[in-house]
């Protein structure tokens, strides 16, 4: 790979994440060699890709170079390269593009889908995990309607309007609101010679009530505003298969659908290499100690998403949210110095400042500690921390600039197919 020999410890970080990053700023300066490396050369901002996949922003908006991150940063690196396997007894990294030996290794590689096993599911739904995903979703629904121009069979032309997206979280509740608003804003402007009445959005959840992880005045708040934005919100309903044009529940519902947004949940993308005992039972998550320390290694570490951190309060570790793969970075960074100078390591606090979510235009819910509220201001709040935790001055004011614009307008000028996109089982 190229990579100097240094007298420094080498710090080996794999996945330019939030948890990546915060790392690697938190070591910036420090008499250490970072080595980051991930599959990609851009730091995804992924509450932001359910706008992309409704064209609300270009994906360049939310995404951001590595290098540019640490282009300051002595002795840093950074290669782009995928992990194939861990080899912890000679401390050793096999990537696609050659071997590197590593003195500490920091596992940061975040989540991905889970279809809980269910591979018809997987081939013919859509995620919405990455920036190629979510462009594919975006061209997807686009083609969709350009189709339903086309065909005379009106059972096809439902369902090739007909949206079911699996899962009431965050990222389903927000994507379902973006397409009740296209729906409402856009489609009667774009299509005038098709009957976007008929566009149906249905958000399916197998919980009783959406938004599961925050409070139940959030939830009922949320769920509210979807219904009033016409989107049939369908509760205590799991979905079991998709042929790519019918789903399947366990109830006698089915849907009609061309187009399924599978966001029921996600898994540790984990790394070859790891002893499986290590594995927590719930998302297949890797164990580690107060100290991110994965159980069993001394010099193996993982944050973020990847890692499970049990304890009384989080018996099942923490949750799988930016804020605490932010905090678990810095926490590490701190504590890797702390060792390297012979210091002893300070355990991991996570400090919950609260959770939200937005369904649309002047329409979020905020739990905030104490404090429940929903609405406008609510709103608002979501916008601001949205655009504080951006990285880049530029990302910043090109995403400001288009929520405003959008807003005044009432448009979502990214509506562009740029690549087309044809499910391959479906089609």
């Not at 609101?177 to 804003?185: D, M, P, Q, S, T």
């Not at 070859?272 to 164990?287: M, N, T």
Request: proline content about 4%; charged content about 20%; some cysteine.
């Amino acid at each position: 790979m190229n990579i100097p020999q240094t007298s420094f410890p080498r710090i080996v970080v794999i996945g330019g994440g939030f948890a990546g990053i915060s790392l690697a700023r938190k070591l910036a300066k420090h008499e250490v060699q970072v080595v980051l490396l991930d599959k990609h050369n851009y730091h995804t901002f992924q509450p932001l890709l359910y706008q992309v996949s409704t064209g609300g922003l270009e994906p360049d908006s939310i995404a951001y170079p590595i290098r540019k991150v640490i282009k300051n940063f002595p002795n840093f690196y950074f290669r782009l390269a995928s992990v194939n396997h861990i080899q912890t007894d000679e401390n050793l990294l096999h990537t696609n593009i050659g071997r590197l030996k590593y003195d500490h290794l920091v596992i940061a590689t975040g989540s991905k889908t889970n279809y809980f096993g269910n591979k018809q599911v997987e081939a013919n739904s859509m995620a919405m995990k990455t920036v190629p995903q979510s462009l594919n979703l975006r061209s997807l629904i686009l083609e969709n309607f350009e189709e339903a121009l086309l065909t005379d069979d009106l059972n096809e032309r439902n369902a090739l309007m007909n949206f079911v997206i699996v899962g009431a979280g965050p990222t389903g509740v927000e994507l379902a609101g973006a397409l009740a608003e296209i729906k409402k804003g856009i489609l009667p402007k774009d299509y005038p010679d098709l009957d976007t009445r008929q566009v149906q959005i249905n958000l399916v959840q197998s919980g009783d009530r959406v938004l599961p992880t925050m409070s139940e005045k959030a939830s009922k708040k949320a769920e509210q505003f979807l219904e009033k934005l016409g989107v049939n919100v369908w509760k205590n309903v799991r979905v079991t298969n998709y042929d790519g044009r019918l789903v399947t529940t366990n109830t006698d519902i089915e849907f009609k659908t061309a187009t399924m947004v599978w966001a029921a949940g996600v898994k540790a993308a984990d790394i070859p290499g790891i002893d499986v005992s290590c594995l927590a039972d719930r998302s297949c998550r890797i164990k580690v100690d107060s100290f991110s320390r994965v159980e069993g290694y001394s010099n193996i570490y993982a944050i973020g998403d990847v890692a499970a951190m049990l304890n009384d309060t989080y018996k099942y570790g923490h949750p799988m949210v930016a804020q605490v793969a932010i905090q678990q970075g810095k926490a590490l960074g701190e504590n890797l110095i702390r060792m390297i100078k012979g210091q002893e390591m300070e355990p991991f606090v996570y400090k919950d400042k609260g959770s939200m979510a937005t369904i649309g235009r002047n329409k979020a819910v905020v739990d905030m500690r104490k404090l429940r509220f929903g609405g406008v201001f609510a709103w608002f709040i979501w916008m601001f921390i949205h655009l504080f935790f951006l990285i880049g001055f530029r990302n910043r004011m090109v995403v400001f600039i288009n929520w405003v614009y959008n807003y005044v307008r009432f448009d979502r000028e990214a509506r562009l197919i740029i690549r087309p996109y044809k499910q391959k089982s479906a089609r």
